[in-house]
């Protein structure tokens, strides 16, 4: 059999077994040992009357529904609040990512810009070094840009960057950087990369350019020609 020593742990069993008091001598919670060293909290109510003790304990069933029902709403606030946190979070870092990325682009034509070139020719040129691959770096120049400017106005010399640094990004690996270092001046940095591979990227992309020179000259002269002028020769 279980001993009142066994079953109940809240009250303290020493103090109710010490009290002379006839009639109820507790009344409230009663914390209960159940099967597996579990714990069943209860209300009820101990008496003494002779020599016995005589223990009423049971649920408040509206306490314990209004209490699961208070707990339910608790744990849904918790998990919207944990929800909200994290699409909070998830939001920062996005928007923490865009802000880097603005601070290393150049606006107008979309490559890296000077900053990003530094911080990429450091890692490169670490990497290099560590694990004694070739690294290869390109500095392109658009030839004629300012006559560009000069003649067809400063719209059209920015469609000649824009197109530059589409083109870069296009021809370029994964692991390419392309930089702008200002005015029509462009970086690029090949990492593991041997000389006669840059050079052979290099030709590639002044071919696509000069295709893309030839197309803005016929577009350009035939609106020269419609005004009565002619644009420089190459």
Known sequence: PVSLWQL??????SELLASTTRGCIY?????????????????????????????WAGFDMNEFETLSTSLLALNDEVNDAYRALANSKHALELREADILKLSLT??????????????????????AARYGDPLSLLILDIDHFK???DTWGHESGDRVLK?????????????????????EEFVVLLPATALDDAMCYA??????????DSSMRCASSGRGRSRGSRPPAA
């Open 8 to 13: 109940l742990s809240r009250p303290d069993v």
């Open 27 to 55: 009344n409230g919670l009663l914390s209960i040992n159940g099967a597996g060293d579990s714990m069943v909290t209860l209300t009820g109510s101990l008496h003494r009357s002779a020599d016995r003790l005589c223990l």
């Open 106 to 127: 150049d606006a107008l034509t979309g490559v890296g810009n000077r900053r990003m070139l530094n911080e990429a020719l450091l890692k490169e040129v670490e990497r």
């Open 147 to 149: 006559r560009v400017n």
């Open 163 to 183: 197109e530059t640094g589409a083109t870069l990004l296009r021809l370029l690996r994964p692991s390419d950087t392309a930089t702008r270092m200002g005015g």
């Open 203 to 212: 030709e590639r992309f002044r071919g696509v350019m000069v295709e893309f």
